[in-house]
């Protein structure tokens, strides 16, 4: 299966750009990364997701290394409502379509 | 994206009760949904994969027999917690796996459990 590696924490000042990194060096195929985010007490909220190119929508960027096997999430502008833990989610594995969740990084906002 | 729903949003039962929680796909179809559970300041566990018309497959340590999955229809999941002990407490969220969009699941708010 396809394992990831993020940062356990991380903190931003507000209005700041904010890179998350995560390394996926075991994937493989051509499955999708995907990236949530988690509210305190909230289910995880879908932010982006990409397979080879840099893919950009109202909420973040993901920039996906050419070799596939890290990715970064870009929030260009953070603000206290973005903090949360962020999910890097590796590839469906098997085909199986199950989301394996590892710790996620935390981000911390700071006014 | 899709909008997941999930009732009750909270639940307070005594040891020994069952609880039911609804999963419910409020703009797609799924034949595929998934439960997870969550405890304090840990990250999600997936518990269940529910089939819409067959039965779902359960991730190695959770019991069939005490978190009992139907998937009646494909819109809704449910999860029952049988015989509930506070060991149990914890908060269960849903995801939707929407079909002939195999891309991406959306996630429900979440149910927050408390067993006494």
């Known amino acids: 299966d396809a394992k990831t590696t993020q940062p356990n924490s991380m903190e931003s000042n507000e209005e700041e750009p904010v890179h998350l990194p995560c390394n996926h060096s075991?994937?493989?195929?051509?499955?999708?990364i995907h990236w949530y985010r988690q509210l305190p007490s909230q289910g995880p909220e879908y932010v982006i997701h990409?397979?080879?190119s840099n893919v950009n929508n109202r909420m973040a960027s993901l920039a996906i290394a050419e070799d596939r096997k890290s990715s970064t999430l870009i929030l260009h502008r953070a603000t206290l409502r973005d903090a949360a833990v962020y999910y890097c989610?590796?590839?469906?594995?098997?085909?199986?379509?199950?989301?394996?969740f590892g710790t996620g990084t935390r981000l911390k906002v700071l006014a | 994206g899709a909008v997941v729903s999930q009732h009750p949003s909270r639940v307070i039962c005594k040891s020994g009760t069952s609880v039911k929680i609804e999963c419910r796909s409020l703009?797609?179809?799924?034949?595929?949904m998934f439960w997870y559970r969550q405890f304090p300041k840990q990250s999600l566990m997936l518990m269940a994969t529910?089939?819409?018309?067959?039965?779902?497959?359960?991730e190695q340590g959770v019991e069939k027999d005490k978190f009992l999955i139907n998937h009646a229809s494909l819109t809704l999941s449910t999860l029952t917690v049988t015989s509930a002990h506070p060991e149990d407490s914890s908060f269960y969220i849903c995801?939707?796996?929407?079909?002939?969009?195999?891309?991406?699941?959306?996630f429900g708010p979440g149910t927050r459990l408390l067993v006494l």
């Open positions: 995801s939707v796996y929407p079909t002939g969009v195999r891309e991406t699941q959306y």
């Open positions: 075991t994937i493989s195929g051509t499955d999708y």
């Open positions: 990409g397979l080879t």
């Open positions: 989610i590796p590839p469906l594995t098997s085909g199986t379509y199950k989301y394996i």
């Open positions: 703009d797609f179809q799924a034949t595929t």
């Open positions: 529910s089939n819409e018309g067959s039965k779902a497959t359960y």
